[in-house]
């Protein structure tokens, strides 16, 4: 089974011609840990020139099973090491769609072990963060899209495939926009919601802890200001125009995302 469409991209600095064939074949091998074809892939490379970064190397990849979404991002101190970390992380996330297809239904993982597998990438295989001046800080990227209702489950599925540190969605059964994220190292789960209560709706298999704190009313401007003076990673908020639930976020260069329900 072969990767029908690979785009491998260099978005900063000099990265060998070597580790971008690697890379390549690293991607078309992951085929084999997945009975649907992969669609697209989309890899992207970099490595920062200056020596006060610990891990200048950063592979990217996102690969389209027919409509599934698989997704990783890392850094490591050279690109062919950045290159096997990543090449790990996709063939982990693989072989997991692959078990909750034959399941049929949401498998839930077991705890982790020291040296096993934990939800989410752990902070020394990430990216590092730019500490940019905030005076220079601003919205870079905005994502609008309409909010699959979902359940929290499927939710932490789908935050466990792509990745991130944090997803955004509309709890199924209230109709109340919610974000899951990892609450710590250890793969914790957490959610945040404005259903308004701290109990989590029913029904649920992953373990998760739902927030006592409803996500404040703030306006952009404000949303930034916090995230400015905390180190979380995003704030989630209800826009006082529309009533929805915003996230602004950290990126990696040091600039604001903003993800807003359609």
Known sequence: MDVL???VSVTHGDVPEAAKQYAADKIAQLARYTRRPILYATLRLSLEPK???ERPAVAEAT???GGQVVRA??????????I???DDRLRRRLERQA????RGQFHRPAPAQPGGWRHGDLPTQRPEFFDRPIEEREVVRNKTFALAPMTCDEAAWDLDMLGHDFYLFTEIESGSDAVIFHADDDGHLELIWTGGNSSAPGGVAAALVVSNQHPPELTLTDAEERLDNSDEVFVFFVHPETRRGNVVYRRYDGHYGLITPA
């Open 63 to 65: 690969l389209d099973l």
């Open 73 to 82: 991002h890392v850094a490591a101190r050279d690109p062919m090491a950045a």
């Open 51 to 53: 020596p006060s970064i």
């Open 5 to 7: 469409d690979l785009e």
């Open 99 to 102: 078990r909750r297809v034959n």
């Open 84 to 86: 096997d970390l990543l």
